[in-house]
């Protein structure tokens, strides 16, 4: 059997941080590194890259990785006390080898099991006794699935609440010829206007300018619709009442480190997430959030592109 179809490897990745690649059968492929718990590759069966992650991405700890699908956690943005999107995103993470009974209805053999505990050093920082379990797998078609589970391991009566969000970066041909379906007539908070309270009036959402907003009480399926490589993508959630598009636009690309000042055009995030109202779980409650990626030929949709089509295939 040559490693090419090994369905799950564990191997080193860039500055020696140890990765896992999934590999299906019919050629599509994920990675993700245990620092962060951060996928940062998808590929479909073709070999097309389907995430972003910037050309100055800066692989080395502290510093979380820039692209690909990081972890916000315990915190979403500036939310709270801790630095910006939590903590877990820069964490070294393990791999779970026993995991708990885990329901599934995939066949597929190319998914791993990781688990995040609080050190002693995050107990100072955030006191709360937690497990935070994330399983990635890929589908037979390549779909890209993350689920979370995190329960409140407290022994002393302590409740868990938290802010959630898988903070995903699209590869997209050119921002300017994507528009997003499935968040129209929804409310949503403006970050860029101190979180106060709007609703989307257009269509279809479309991109000129920087955008970061959170929609509120969002479906549990939303499309990305990339015309130029007659591509949609269909995120899949469960547990994630929210939604979060965020482009930086060129001034905040420029002012980024870890971000090449033109690659605002070929990327976009659009985060499943739990952020409006914060997750509050009792001593042994446990949470789930899921969220599942699916690219889809936008030319299945027959030329003009039908929301409802793209959205209930």
Not at 28 to 43: C, I, N, P, R
Not at 211 to 236: C, G, M, N, Q
Not at 247 to 272: I, Q, S, T
């Amino acid at each position: 059997m040559s490693s090419e179809r090994v369905p799950v490897e564990l191997c080193k990745g860039i500055n020696g941080l140890e990765k896992v690649v999934l590999r299906e059968v019919r050629g599509s492929s994920a990675e993700l590194y245990l620092y962060g718990g951060h996928v940062t590759s998808w590929k479909n069966d073709h070999g097309e890259e389907l995430l972003f992650v910037s050309s100055k991405v800066i692989f080395k700890p502290p510093k979380a990785i820039r692209g690909g699908i990081p972890i916000c956690f315990p915190q979403f943005g500036n939310q709270g006390s801790l630095e910006p999107h939590g903590f877990a995103r820069n964490r070294f993470w393990s791999i779970d080898a026993d995991p708990p009974p885990f329901p599934t209805n995939s066949s597929s053999r190319a998914f791993i099991d990781l688990i995040l505990k609080p050190s002693e050093e995050d107990m100072k920082l955030w006191p709360h006794s937690y497990e935070f379990r994330l399983r990635v797998a890929l589908g037979p078609g390549g779909d890209l699935m993350l689920t979370s589970r995190i329960r409140n391991t407290s022994t002393e009566g302590k409740l868990l609440t938290f802010t959630f969000a898988y903070h995903t970066y699209f590869s997209v041909s050119d921002i300017s010829e994507v528009r997003v379906e499935g968040l129209e007539t929804l409310d949503y908070l403006d970050n860029l206007q101190n979180k106060e309270r709007f609703t989307e009036q257009g269509d279809a959402i479309t991109f000129e300018s920087e955008v970061d907003k959170i929609y509120v009480s969002t479906p549990t399926k939303i499309a990305i619709l990339d015309h130029e490589k007659k591509r949609t993508f269909v995120i899949r959630k469960d547990g994630l009442p929210d939604a979060v598009v965020w482009n930086p636009w060129d001034k905040k690309a420029k002012a980024m480190v870890d971000f090449g000042d033109d690659e605002y055009k070929h990327m976009l995030c659009v985060e499943a997430a739990a952020v409006e109202k914060p997750i509050t779980l009792k001593p042994g409650e446990e949470w789930r959030g899921r969220q599942e990626l699916s690219a889809v030929p936008s030319s299945y949709c027959s030329g003009q592109l039908d929301p409802q089509k793209v959205l209930n295939f």
